[in-house]
T-cell receptor, first 110, second 113 residues
């Protein structure tokens, strides 16, 4: 019930393409869904977050899509760039500290 | 410097030894967290603290001890290190325990031989 399942584990995308990372959860009490980005040798940093009262949130090239009925949310990176190469973590919380997915290692190749 | 710092950045220790990882934040955030990051497991919460003298267990607390006598410091102690505790440890802080942004430190890479 506390798990957040993230897929894929790794992703290779051509420069300019769309990167899509998916997450699913079971706990209906979750009401906050952030995505964190982590570069090698650094700590994770908040990228974008969404609450369940909206179905989509966009910040620049990054968009979260949220499907409450399916209990799924996803991160879309438009026009992916080599500088986007990093590990991405989805997370969720609801009355408890954040629960993180296992991460997706994204490589954007030129 | 303002922010969240961890020390040491790298540590090698032997099985059975006690080791303490330090975490310091300058924002006066109420909440502080300790995570470990392992390949294939993502970030797993070890302990967290809502305020000075208030701590609570996370997902993987066994073998770890924490204390928080001051708001800005949140040390993590491995009382008797084991090889399974070889990992990268991240400290984080937040204004809110649930919905606020967590600010992560740079991490401590711990190797237990």
């Amino acid at each position: 019930q506390q798990q957040v399942k993230q897929s894929p584990q790794s992703l290779i995308v051509q420069k300019g393409g769309i990167s899509i990372i998916n997450c699913a959860y079971e706990n209906t009490a979750f009401d906050y869904f952030p995505w964190y980005q982590q570069f090698p040798g650094k700590g994770p940093a908040l990228l974008i977050a969404i609450r369940p009262d909206v179905s989509e949130k966009k910040e620049g090239r990054f968009t979260i899509s949220f499907n409450k009925s399916a209990k799924q949310f996803s991160l879309h990176i438009m026009d992916s760039q080599p500088g986007d190469s990093a590990t991405y973590f989805c997370a969720a919380s609801g009355g408890t500290p954040l629960v993180f997915g296992k991460g997706t290692r994204l490589s954007v190749i030129a | 410097d303002a922010g969240i710092t961890q020390s040491p950045r790298y540590k090698i220790t032997e099985t059975g030894r006690q080791v303490t990882l330090m975490c310091h934040q300058t924002w006066s955030h109420s909440y502080m967290f300790w995570y470990r990051q392992d390949l294939g497991h993502g970030l797993r919460l070890i302990y967290y603290s809502a305020a000075a003298d208030i701590t609570d267990k996370g997902e993987v607390p066994d073998g770890y001890v924490v204390s928080r006598s001051k708001t800005e410091n949140f040390p993590l102690t491995l009382e008797s290190a084991t090889r399974s505790q070889t990992s990268v440890y991240f400290c984080a802080s937040s204004e809110s325990g649930r919905k606020g942004e967590q600010y992560f430190g740079p991490g401590t890479r711990l190797t237990v031989t």
